[in-house]
């Protein structure tokens, strides 16, 4: 079974700090997301990457960046947090399109950040 | 933003009866895919439906999908207590030909008493 490892479970942080939230997959898979969900709002998409070095915005990257230097780590950034970035995390992965195969998404168990 | 809108927000059933969620979107789609998420953890892959099927099975699963009305049902048939969870509805859309980006509904929370 693919299996997305994400490294905290539960994280407590200050204000301001600079916190990395990081995301293993062990599958080979091109394509990985960070999405963040809140009560009410669902899941957002912050950033993706479609291969190593790779990065595109989603629809909510404000206060957020990520790495991608090897294929299976992609990593999220709070360059300073801030409380409203309170939330779960949850990181995904898909292998890259190849011809007319469709693929479900693998999450990790999710990292549920409180911003003191 | 949010692709989907899931109806209804929140279902109680007994075990043994069946559960119908549905969800509709917005845009041109690849596929449309069904998670479920137990009380604060990530999210588990259920079923796929393609753009050009109308109509998938799995297990206890039904999916359905209609593109003319943009929307579709998730149909769990004879529920047990195990299957108290949220399910979220989320479409699939290529925006590169490296990738594809997933976009999911609000979601729908089942509670099945025994």
């Known amino acids: 079974d693919v299996k997305v490892t994400q490294s905290s479970r539960y994280l407590v942080k200050r204000t301001g700090e600079k916190v990395f939230l990081e995301c293993v997959q062990d599958m080979d898979h091109e394509n990985m997301f960070w999405y963040r969900q809140d009560p009410g709002l669902g899941l957002r998409l912050i950033y993706f990457?479609?291969?190593?070095?790779?990065?595109e915005k989603g629809d909510i990257p404000e206060g957020y960046s990520v790495s991608r230097e090897k294929k299976e780590r992609f990593s999220l950034i709070l360059e300073s947090a801030s409380t409203n970035q309170t939330s779960m995390y949850l990181c995904?992965?898909?292998?890259?399109?190849?011809?007319?195969?469709?693929?479900?998404?693998?999450f990790g168990s999710g990292t549920r950040l409180t911003v003191v | 933003s949010q692709q989907g809108e899931e109806d209804p927000q929140a279902l109680s059933i007994q075990e043994g009866e069946n559960a119908t969620m549905n969800c509709s979107y917005k845009t041109s789609i690849n596929n449309l895919q069904w998670y479920r998420q137990n009380s604060g953890r990530g999210l588990v892959h259920l079923i796929l439906i393609r753009s050009n099927e109308r109509e998938k099975h799995s297990g206890r699963l039904r999916v359905t999908l209609d593109t003319s009305k943009k929307s579709s049902s998730l149909l769990i048939t004879a529920s047990r207590a195990a299957d108290t969870a949220s399910y979220f509805c989320a479409t699939d859309v290529m925006i590169k030909a490296a990738g594809n980006k997933l976009t999911f509904g609000g979601g729908t929370r089942v509670l099945v008493k025994p």
């Open positions: 990457s479609y291969d190593v070095k790779m990065k």
């Open positions: 995904a992965s898909r292998p890259g399109n190849r011809g007319l195969r469709e693929y479900g998404y693998t």
